[in-house]
């Protein structure tokens, strides 16, 4: 079972509670989550690098969201707000 593996897996309408720490886990080891904390981790970074950096959160997240889930997310752009609705 994928859950057990230690590996990453996707996100479905019934692991949250195990993916949600696992997934902040790996963003963090990707030097991800800022965004996920929204606008005030954004610290010195320029403009452009906080949107790339966001950009990339958004699409790693999304890579991990189940078909069955990913419609509540689609429209998102921004870390902390699909964070949120997750």
């Not at 419609?71 to 707000?81: I, M, P, S």
């Amino acid at each position: 079972m994928e859950e057990t593996s230690g590996a990453m897996f996707k996100l479905n309408a019934l692991n949250y509670s195990i993916w949600k720490p696992r997934m902040e886990d790996v963003l963090y080891c990707k030097d991800l989550f800022d965004p996920v904390e929204g606008d005030e981790a954004k610290g010195d970074k320029e403009d452009k690098e906080w949107e790339r950096m966001n950009r990339k959160t958004v699409g790693f997240i999304r890579q991990w969201i189940d078909d069955s889930v990913y419609h509540h997310v689609a429209q998102e752009t921004k870390a902390d707000t699909l964070w949120k609705k997750l």
